[in-house]
């Protein structure tokens, strides 16, 4: 059984509790990561007797190549998708068919409603989503890649940077060395933050010299094969000096905070736990007030996905979830630090999945 049949299988497990025939998976990552499609703006129509891809002309090929052993179903350019939903519905004897309400535009809905006559439309949340969350080894496999990739990425730039080096200049660079290492880009644009700009969480890297900011926040990760990767590192330039007093302490309570979280890792445990586990630690430095967001999410085909890992999260971790543990301190005007790595629930605790140094003295670059 191929891996997106397995998947497959394990929504329509779900079926009877969810009092649905069919499902119509609308949202593209879903598609993908049911059918294999790397293409866009199709859908899957999931039956137990089999799943047919929804698509036009322009994907006939790369249907052919990703997902040989689906039922296709290929409008011409004078219908549109609606329609084509319409008629394969008609066609399947579904009666009682599960839309993602998350992924689904409200126009697109009354179009499909108008097109689709008798059927009763079953509104369904994070279904897909839910089996995301658990990785199969493909997956465990396409991510450990997509963090080496960008852990030999970084080192390939740091061991090359100048300090007239702007934070544009290396967002690019880090990406130019993921690609080289096989990448198909970024998992999201780089944040390369220098000096005070380190203290904004989303920042957009600017045309400062690195040279001249004396701490470096770096927040990059890789897309590969369609998994992502998501690490940070912040980085003090000896030149500069490390920041002072301040600087080293905060540094200290992140990683002491980051190493306590993973810590707390395993199948079973509340992802509000792990999270109260950073959180504590930073409180206790009395730096609770400057962790200004959750520490971590699920990476995946996206970015962001589920679990999350925050103090309101009523998730529990499970065996073969994939996620971040990103704490960090931010001092508006002064500096911000942040420490992420990528960590996969195991049966036994937590495997991390990335290895770049994050000792306060390996994260002193020498320019
Ligand atoms: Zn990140
Ligand atoms: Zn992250």
Not at 65 to 75: F, G, M, V
Not at 191 to 201: H, N, Q, T, W, Y
Not at 269 to 285: I, K, Q, T, W
Request: charge should be negative; include cysteine.
């Amino acid at each position: 059984m191929s891996d997106t049949h397995k998947r497959r299988q394990t929504v329509i497990d779900r079926f009877d509790p969810l009092g649905i025939d069919a499902l119509l998976v609308s949202d593209e990552t879903n598609v993908r990561y049911l059918s294999g499609f790397t293409g866009d703006s199709s859908y899957l129509l999931i039956q137990p007797s089999g799943t047919t891809i929804l698509s036009d002309g322009r994907f006939t090929t790369q249907i052919a190549i990703d997902c040989p052993q689906l039922q296709t179903a290929i409008r011409p350019p004078s219908q549109a998708l609606h329609d084509l939903v319409g008629s394969v519905i008609a066609d399947s004897g579904a009666r009682r068919v599960g839309i993602e309400l998350n992924h689904l535009s409200l126009a697109m809905y009354r179009k499909l409603t108008a097109a689709c006559g008798s059927v009763q439309w079953i509104e369904t949340t994070d279904v897909v989503e839910t089996s995301r969350q658990i990785k199969d080894e493909i997956e465990i496999s396409r991510t450990r890649e997509a963090v080496e990739i960008a852990e030999r990425a970084l080192e390939a730039v740091l061991a090359s940077l100048s300090p007239t080096d702007t934070e544009r200049e290396m967002a690019y660079r880090i990406e130019a060395e993921m690609r080289r290492r096989g990448a198909t880009g970024c998992s999201f644009p780089p944040i390369v933050a220098g000096g005070s700009a380190a203290a904004l969480p989303h920042y957009h890297p600017d045309q400062a010299a690195i040279g001249e900011t004396g701490i470096l926040l770096i927040d990059w990760g890789a897309q590969h094969k369609g998994y992502t990767s998501d690490l940070t590192r912040t980085y003090s330039l000896a030149t500069v000096g490390t920041g002072g007093d301040k600087y080293r302490r905060a540094y200290a309570a992140v990683l002491e905070a980051q190493l306590a979280a993973i810590e707390r890792i395993a199948p079973g445990v509340s992802a509000a736990a792990v999270d109260a586990a950073a959180r504590g630690v930073l409180e206790r430095h009395g730096m609770g007030e400057a962790f200004l967001h959750s520490l971590g999410h699920g990476i995946g085909l996206q970015i962001h996905e589920s679990p999350r890992i925050a103090s309101s999260s009523e998730q529990t971790l499970q065996s073969g979830m994939i996620v971040t543990v990103e704490p960090g301190v931010y001092f508006a005007g002064e500096f911000g630090i942040r420490i992420e790595d990528d960590v996969l629930v195991t049966d036994g605790g937590c495997e991390l999945l990335s290895r770049l140094p994050k000792g306060l003295d390996d994260c002193r670059l020498m320019l």
